[in-house]
Nanobody, 127 residues
Framework: QVQLVESGGRLVQSGGSLRLSCVVS????????MGWFRQAPGKERESVAA????????NYGDSVKGRFTISRDNAKNTVYLQMDSLKPEDTAVYYC????????????????????WGQGTQVTVSS
């Protein structure tokens, strides 16, 4: 059974930075493409960032491009989301997800393709 545990969410002021972490256990981490998603109250879940198994291919949702950076450390079974220049509209519960991908370079922002999800971590950005 694959388990994903997010951490790092907290209250931060507008313009500040946070780094979220997601540790994956239960299977070989490098088998999975990874993604970050978020859901604000009353809104649909939004795709934030995705990264391929080998960390080479990366993509971002339009609302975070230029401000967020996704990365992974396969030796630590961890995917990160560095969030800079935070805005109040970034307030949401952030989830990481894992997709068992055959190709080393595959990545996607399509939520429905992800197999496993974490419980989420709350990020609140005050104005």
């Amino acid at each position: 059974q694959v388990q994903l545990v997010e951490s790092g969410g907290r209250l931060v002021q507008s313009g500040g930075s946070l780094r979220l972490s997601c540790v994956v256990s239960g299977r070989t981490f490098s088998r999975y493409a990874m993604g970050w998603f978020r859901q604000a109250p009353g809104k649909e879940r939004e795709s934030v960032a995705a990264i391929s198994r080998n960390g080479i291919n990366i993509n971002y949702g339009d609302s975070v491009k230029g401000r967020f950076t996704i990365s992974r450390d396969n030796a630590k079974n961890t995917v990160y989301l560095q969030m800079d220049s935070l805005k109040p509209e970034d307030t949401a519960v952030y989830y990481c997800a894992a997709l068992e991908a055959q190709g080393f370079y595959y990545y996607t922002l399509a939520q429905r393709q992800y197999d496993y999800w974490g419980q989420g971590t709350q990020v609140t950005v005050s104005s």
